[in-house]
């Protein structure tokens, strides 16, 4: 899997998982096992358990063995990055917007 194709993935990943963990999960799914069939879905039914187990956000957590499962250091680091940091620009304006006051 060439790095910057996964890369581009991960990141269009990140800009539609707003529906927290389980958003997460169910959009790498799609897009990593249905789709793109980059990994088979008893391998990312069996990381997704193991990821349930470890204590921390399993999202992010299933979506660093992915990327070190493809791509290996580099990889994982990539997509630990990308699942947390791409949706903080677009999340940022929205948090600064307060309702007018009465």
Not at 1 to 17: G, N, V, Y
Not at 58 to 80: C, K, P, S, T
Request: hydrophobic letters at 40%; charged letters at 15%; one cysteine or more.
């Amino acid at each position: 899997m060439p790095f910057r194709r996964a890369l581009r993935a991960w990141f269009a990943i990140s800009l539609q998982t707003f529906g927290g963990p389980a958003g997460q999960i169910a959009v790498m799914q799609r897009t990593l096992v249905d789709e793109r069939r980059w990994i088979g879905q008893k391998r990312f039914q069996h990381a997704l358990n193991f990821c349930m187990v470890l204590p921390g956000p399993e999202a992010q957590q299933l979506a660093i063995y992915i990327g070190w499962l493809l791509n290996g250091v580099r990889g994982g680091l990539a997509a630990g990055k990308s699942s947390t940091q791409s949706p903080l620009p677009l999340s940022r304006p929205g948090g600064s917007f307060r309702p007018p006051s009465s």
